[in-house]
């Protein structure tokens, strides 16, 4: 099983831009799905959440900028961000989680500048 991120970039703050992760060897419809990110010299950072029935949420600090999305037939999850900010500086993770099994894409690197 692999998870393919892509979709960072630099973008000036204010901007926008959309993560996607590819699942290939399973399909996403049973996961739960996550986007993490990490800054530099920091934790990694839960960021977005959708259930297998399509619940959302999300961190505060990026509630009402960022949406998260899937698509089961292509087995994609997706993370819009919008209104970005050089906090949101970071290399973001996808993962898939259902039950004790998890799985995490390589990261997309998103720099902002202000």
């Known amino acids: 099983v692999q998870l393919q991120a892509s979709g960072g970039g630099l973008v000036q703050a204010g901007g926008s831009l959309r993560l996607s992760c590819a699942a290939s060897?399973?399909?996403?419809?049973?996961?739960?799905l996550n986007w993490y990110r990490q800054a530099p010299e920091s934790r990694r950072e839960w960021v977005a959440s959708?259930?297998?029935?399509?619940?959302?949420k999300y961190v505060d600090s990026v509630k009402g900028r960022f949406a998260i999305s899937k698509d089961n037939v292509k087995d994609t999850v997706s993370l819009q961000m919008n209104s970005l900010k050089p906090e949101d500086t970071a290399v973001y993770y996808c993962?898939?989680?259902?039950?004790?099994?998890?799985?995490w894409g390589q990261g997309t690197e998103v720099t902002v500048s202000s």
């Open positions: 993962h898939a989680k259902w039950g004790t099994i998890e799985y």
């Open positions: 959708i259930s297998s029935g399509g619940r959302t």
């Open positions: 060897g399973t399909t996403f419809s049973k996961y739960t």
